[in-house]
């Protein structure tokens, strides 16, 4: 079994950053594709981004490209997303989550293990 928990939400202003951390533990995090989901009241989880455990390419939602940066700590088991330059619209809870398939997929249901999720808040 996998666990994963968030840290690192928080309030901030527009044009503002933050980074988002995930913990991984139960089993060997190098063989996991991991990847960030976002969600806002009445949507459904979208992805932003993600990074494979078979050689660290990275993928990100169109909207986020250039912004946002996701990496991987195969030592600490951690993955991160660093958000630079937020918008309103970036407002949501955010998912870490983790695959067993060696690309990444974008779609939910192609990760089975997810967090409890952070709350990121960009006010205008």
């Known amino acids: 079994q996998v666990q994963l928990e968030e840290s690192g939400g928080g309030l901030v202003q527009a044009g503002g950053s933050l980074r988002l951390s995930c913990v991984h533990s139960?089993?060997?995090?190098?063989?996991?594709?991991m990847g960030w989901f976002r969600r806002t009241p009445g949507q459904e989880r979208e992805f932003v981004a993600g990074?494979?455990?078979?050689?660290?390419?990275?993928y990100y939602e169109d909207s986020v490209k250039g912004r946002f940066t996701i990496s991987r700590d195969n030592i600490k088991s951690t993955v991160d997303l660093q958000m630079n330059k937020l918008k309103p619209e970036d407002t949501a809870v955010y998912y870490c989550?983790?695959?067993?398939?060696?690309?990444?997929?974008?779609?939910?249901?192609?990760?089975?293990?997810w967090g409890q999720g952070t709350q990121v808040t960009v006010s205008a």
């Open positions: 139960g089993r060997t995090f190098t063989r996991y594709t």
């Open positions: 990074i494979n455990w078979s050689n660290g390419a990275t």
């Open positions: 989550a983790a695959s067993s398939l060696a690309t990444v997929p974008s779609a939910r249901s192609s990760f089975a293990y």
